[in-house]
């Protein structure tokens, strides 16, 4: 009878459903590769008309292109039926247009590519993270199997083998067997830079250096200093010469010819012996360290600070850590600087696809083993994110066109990965990530302290890029929610880097906008009122860091009894691999 009562209930096929679904994602697919792609066609399958519909739709499309097809074949004018996105550039030679052809291949590819890509996106029954999820996944298996990937269907690729009488091809092979040696398909070539000679080659020197990271101290190029100096506290998932790229673009010499006293956080590359640490060891023998040494040697009671990424978001929380330690009058930070920084998780950009509790525990056990998590696996989820340009291109370019990739300093920087230790790599994405406790008032504890944003009265100066997928500008706008203080709030064109790595050009290369933030603005309502200026936001920056730093002075020592220089910059920890 309980077995006939249990066949009855209508709930019993999705509860197993689901719990077919816990066991193959707990133990055959761990990072959603495919479960989201069953639970959309599981999807479609229950909603016959929706489906109908959209099998109406595709046959209309069908319809559509194969008039196309005959009118290209009769050599009539046509309009193409389905259009590259606009950030598409795999069909930019005038040979997928001219060609009837390739013409039509490309169209086909597309019309299904982009037919596929809407169902998932509106798949029924499924909540929007499930269809991105599904989408996101689906678009990688396209992506790869597009023409342009295949010396056959790639008429470019043919054309230069013809012109070259297969050089290109031997040429290509060769990248190839390169590649395959250095377990990597490499954006740029290892000896086309070297750290410390052309790149991250300020001037300076290490003048504190613990189980974490090491600080560096920029030799002045002014005649005369800010009394009140700046630490910027990278991000340890990468190396902190992103802002001390080749001289016309490093943010560094921006600021040492500004007139600012210059401090920089360079992380060390940990390895299995430093499983064990933790995030509150980051705030407190990293920033906190850092923040004592900078005071020291400066002898400014108060500190100006900049965090990036990641580096920006253990700012944040430092500053709430060190608000709720200090008097006010004894708070070392007088101000803070955020670029591309998340302190609320909700929505944390492309990222998102990779990050559930089953592939956080397959992380943990992963990490469990080796105690860190390899730079190169981080590095590979983030060229994922944008697989056309970051992977298929170099491949594309490379093996089929036999091409050397050109040098580029910020692809070099991009492919000198970094490892992330066990403990903090775990909290980061239990706490952050899956659990968004960082914007819940004393959520979390770190290093003794209850944290609450709001105790963060001084004042900010928060950078965003459009084009940002790790740090999405709407969701970085969110830190003016929390923090008490003036907010002064840019949104930079291009990405999280390039629109960091922003400098002074003529004619200008982006634009930026810029306006003061309320607490409960929100990020649309703010852009109405922002005022648009062209070029780089550096110097809008230091018309509002400049006034926090204080007086003009003759610059003073680069180290002292306490914290003497121990190295020339960039230091040792920035050349571990």
Same mark, same amino acid.
């Given at each position: 009878?309980?077995?006939?009562?249990?066949?009855?209930?209508?709930?019993?096929?999705?509860?197993?459903? $689901?719990?077919? *679904?816990?066991t193959v994602q707990s133990n055959v697919d761990?990072?959603?590769?495919?479960?989201?792609?069953?639970?959309?066609?599981?999807?479609?399958?229950?909603?016959?008309?929706?489906?109908?519909?959209?099998?109406? !739709?595709?046959? %209309?499309?069908?319809? #559509?292109?194969?008039?196309?097809?005959?009118?290209?074949?009769?050599?009539?004018?046509?309009?193409?039926?389905?259009?590259?996105?606009?950030? &598409?550039?795999?069909?930019?030679?005038?040979?997928?247009?001219?060609?009837?052809?390739? &013409?039509?291949?490309?169209?086909?590819?597309?019309?299904?590519?982009?037919?596929?890509?809407?169902?998932?996106?509106?798949?029924?029954?499924?909540?929007?993270?499930?269809?991105?999820?599904?989408?996101?996944?689906?678009?990688?298996?396209?992506?790869?199997?597009?023409?342009?990937?295949?010396?056959?269907?790639?008429? /470019?690729?043919?054309?230069?083998?013809?012109?070259?009488?297969?050089?290109?091809?031997?040429?290509?092979?060769?990248?190839?067997? &390169?590649?395959?040696?250095?377990?990597?398909?490499?954006?740029?070539?290892?000896?086309?830079?070297?750290?410390?000679?052309?790149? =991250?080659?300020?001037?300076?020197?290490?003048?504190?250096?613990?189980?974490?990271?090491?600080?560096?101290?920029?030799?002045?190029?002014?005649?005369?200093?800010? $009394?009140?100096?700046?630490?910027?506290?990278?991000?340890?998932?990468?190396?902190?010469?992103?802002?001390?790229?080749?001289?016309?673009k490093s943010m560094i010499r921006f600021l040492?010819?500004?007139?600012?006293?210059?401090?920089?956080?360079?992380?060390?590359?940990?390895?299995?012996?430093?499983?064990? /640490?933790?995030?509150?060891?980051? /705030?407190?023998?990293?920033?906190?360290?850092?923040?004592?040494? /900078? $005071?020291?040697?400066?002898?400014?009671?108060?500190?100006?600070?900049?965090?990036?990424?990641?580096?920006?978001?253990?700012?944040?929380?430092?500053?709430?850590?060190?608000?709720?330690?200090?008097?006010?009058?004894?708070?070392?930070?007088?101000?803070?600087?955020?670029?591309?920084?998340?302190?609320?998780?909700?929505?944390?950009?492309?990222? !998102?696809?990779?990050?559930?509790?089953?592939?956080?525990?397959?992380?943990?056990?992963?990490?469990?083993?080796?105690?860190?998590?390899?730079?190169?696996?981080?590095?590979?989820?983030?060229?994922?994110? $944008?697989?056309?340009?970051?992977?298929?291109?170099?491949?594309?370019?490379?093996?089929?066109?036999? !091409?050397?990739?050109?040098?580029?300093?910020?692809?070099?920087?991009?492919?000198?990965?970094?490892?992330?230790?066990?403990?903090?790599?775990?909290?980061?994405?239990?706490?952050?990530?899956?659990?968004?406790?960082?914007?819940?008032?004393?959520?979390?504890?770190?290093?003794?302290?209850?944290?609450?944003? %709001?105790?963060?009265?001084?004042?900010?100066?928060?950078?965003?890029? #459009?084009?940002?997928?790790?740090?999405?500008?709407?969701?970085?706008?969110?830190?003016?929610?929390?923090?008490?203080?003036?907010?002064?709030?840019?949104?930079?064109?291009?990405?999280?880097?390039?629109?960091?790595?922003?400098?002074?050009?003529?004619?200008?290369?982006?634009?930026?906008?810029?306006?003061?933030? !309320?607490?409960?603005?929100?990020?649309?309502?703010?852009?109405?009122? =922002?005022? *648009?200026?062209?070029?780089?936001?550096?110097?809008?920056?230091?018309?509002?860091?400049?006034?926090?730093?204080?007086?003009?002075?003759?610059?003073?020592?680069?180290?002292?009894?306490?914290?003497?220089?121990?190295?020339?910059?960039?230091?040792?920890?920035?050349?571990?691999?």
């Open positions: 009878m309980a077995s006939n009562k249990s066949l009855a209930n209508p709930a019993t096929p999705q509860r197993m459903f $689901r719990a077919i *679904h816990e761990p990072l959603g590769v495919f479960m989201p792609l069953v639970n959309a066609q599981w999807a479609w399958l229950t909603h016959p008309q929706e489906l109908a519909e959209a099998a109406t !739709e595709f046959s %209309t499309r069908m319809m #559509g292109l194969q008039w196309y097809s005959w009118q290209r074949m009769l050599g009539l004018p046509s309009r193409d039926v389905e259009e590259p996105n606009p950030d &598409d550039t795999r069909f930019a030679d005038p040979i997928w247009q001219e060609s009837a052809t390739w &013409d039509l291949t490309k169209e086909w590819y597309l019309t299904f590519t982009h037919h596929i890509q809407d169902m998932l996106f509106q798949t029924p029954g499924l909540s929007s993270r499930d269809r991105r999820r599904a989408a996101f996944w689906w678009r990688k298996w396209l992506n790869a199997m597009a023409p342009t990937n295949f010396l056959m269907t790639n008429p /470019v690729a043919m054309q230069k083998a013809a012109a070259t009488n297969g050089e290109s091809l031997i040429r290509g092979m060769r990248n190839f067997l &390169d590649d395959l040696q250095a377990g990597n398909i490499r954006m740029t070539r290892p000896d086309d830079f070297k750290v410390g000679v052309n790149l =991250a080659a300020t001037p300076g020197k290490v003048v504190l250096q613990n189980r974490l990271l090491e600080v560096i101290h920029y030799a002045p190029t002014a005649a005369k200093v800010h $009394r009140v100096p700046l630490l910027i506290v990278t991000p340890w998932i990468n190396k902190f010469y992103i802002l001390d790229l080749v001289p016309r040492l010819d500004q007139g600012i006293d210059v401090y920089i956080t360079s992380w060390k590359n940990p390895d299995a012996a430093m499983a064990d /640490v933790g995030f509150d060891d980051y /705030v407190t023998e990293g920033i906190d360290a850092a923040v004592a040494a /900078v $005071r020291s040697i400066s002898k400014s009671a108060k500190v100006n600070a900049v965090g990036y990424c990641i580096g920006g978001t253990a700012l944040a929380t430092y500053l709430a850590w060190a608000n709720c330690r200090f008097a006010p009058k004894d708070m070392p930070i007088a101000s803070a600087s955020f670029f591309t920084t998340l302190v609320d998780f909700h929505k944390p950009g492309d990222i !998102e696809v990779f990050l559930d509790e089953g592939s956080y525990q397959y992380l943990l056990r992963k990490m469990e083993q080796k105690g860190y998590l390899d730079g190169q696996e981080m590095a590979s989820a983030f060229r994922l994110l $944008r697989s056309n340009s970051l992977i298929w291109h170099y491949v594309v370019h490379g093996y089929l066109y036999g !091409e050397a990739p050109p040098p580029f300093d910020v692809l070099f920087w991009n492919m000198d990965t970094t490892r992330m230790p066990a403990r903090m790599h775990g909290w980061y994405l239990r706490n952050l990530y899956l659990d968004n406790k960082l914007i819940r008032k004393d959520a979390l504890e770190v290093a003794g302290q209850l944290i609450d944003l %709001t105790r963060i009265v001084q004042p900010v100066y928060a950078v965003t890029a #459009g084009d940002d997928h790790i740090a999405p500008w709407r969701q970085s706008f969110r830190i003016n929610n929390y923090v008490s203080g003036p907010k002064r709030f840019v949104l930079s064109s291009s990405g999280h880097i390039l629109g960091i790595v922003n400098p002074v050009v003529n004619p200008p290369k982006r634009e930026y906008w810029v306006a003061p933030a !309320e607490r409960h603005d929100n990020p649309d309502g703010w852009r109405e009122h =922002a005022t *648009h200026h062209p070029g780089s936001w550096w110097p809008d920056w230091m018309a509002w860091l400049q006034p926090q730093s204080g007086e003009l002075a003759k610059p003073g020592p680069l180290a002292n009894k306490a914290y003497p220089a121990l190295a020339d910059a960039p230091g040792t920890y920035v050349l571990e691999s």
